[in-house]
């Protein structure tokens, strides 16, 4: 079960006779509603249903007064258990439904994959071009701090500034 959600649209109609295919069991619902979808699973052995089968209607409503109205009814002399349908799951496909091949998901599995891979190449260029811009602020500082190291001991020492006044006079 699909965490226990139950489909509210979708009708599991159990007790079905062998001689009950789709259209039948169309036929004996549309009274209650218009109706989305009907299914019949196969046994793939025999190519026949397996006694059951799903009614899906296009208002939850209908499905309700479906539901309140033919379950323990009798369709082709057979006793009909009618509930609210849950997903049915299998091992493999991404949503686990049991009408769903395994390689239904192939081609979103690679979109996913290639949007993935994708987005790790553009994390890894953003990354590198964050650590240049990081390695050029940090050279960048380096530099302007030896440039005021130069301006500061020329402009900080009074005394060295004047015997550089001092010297430059004698020489002239």
Same mark, same amino acid.
């Not at 226990?4 to 209650?32: R, S, W």
């Given at each position: 079960?699909? !965490? !226990?959600? +139950?489909?509210?649209?979708?009708?599991?109609?159990?007790?079905?006779?062998?001689? *009950?295919?789709?259209?039948? %069991?169309? #036929?004996?619902? +549309? =009274?209650?509603?218009?109706?989305?979808? *009907?299914?019949?699973? %196969?046994?793939?052995?025999?190519? @026949?249903?397996? &006694?059951? !089968?799903? *009614?899906?209607? %296009?208002?939850?409503?209908?499905?309700?007064?479906?539901?309140? $109205?033919?379950? !323990? &009814?009798?369709?082709?002399?057979? +006793?009909?258990? *009618? $509930?609210?349908?849950?997903?049915?799951?299998?091992?493999?496909?991404?949503?686990?439904?049991?009408?769903? =091949?395994?390689?239904?998901?192939?081609?979103?599995?690679?979109?996913?994959?290639?949007? /993935?891979?994708?987005?790790?190449?553009?994390? #890894?260029?953003?990354?590198?071009?964050?650590?240049?811009?990081?390695?050029?602020?940090?050279?960048?500082?380096?530099?302007?701090?030896?440039?005021?190291?130069?301006?500061?001991? &020329?402009?900080?020492? =009074?005394?060295?500034?004047?015997?550089? /006044? #001092?010297?430059?006079? @004698?020489?002239?």
């Amino acid at each position: 079960m699909n !965490g !226990g959600q +139950v489909q509210k649209n979708t009708l599991y109609v159990g007790g079905l006779a062998e001689e *009950v295919d789709e259209k039948i %069991l169309h #036929a004996a619902f +549309v =009274p209650f509603g218009d109706i989305k979808d *009907v299914k019949t699973p %196969l046994d793939q052995a025999t190519q @026949k249903h397996r &006694s059951f !089968g799903f *009614v899906t209607f %296009l208002e939850r409503e209908d499905a309700a007064a479906a539901m309140d $109205n033919m379950d !323990g &009814s009798e369709l082709y002399g057979r +006793v009909l258990t *009618v $509930n609210y349908a849950f997903p049915e799951k299998i091992k493999g496909g991404e949503q686990g439904w049991a009408a769903q =091949p395994i390689w239904a998901d192939a081609d979103t599995w690679f979109e996913r994959q290639q949007h /993935e891979e994708e987005m790790r190449r553009l994390e #890894a260029e953003q990354k590198a071009a964050m650590q240049e811009a990081e390695r050029i602020h940090l050279q960048k500082m380096a530099t302007e701090r030896e440039g005021e190291k130069e301006d500061d001991t &020329s402009a900080a020492d =009074p005394m060295a500034m004047a015997e550089v /006044e #001092a010297l430059n006079q @004698k020489a002239s």
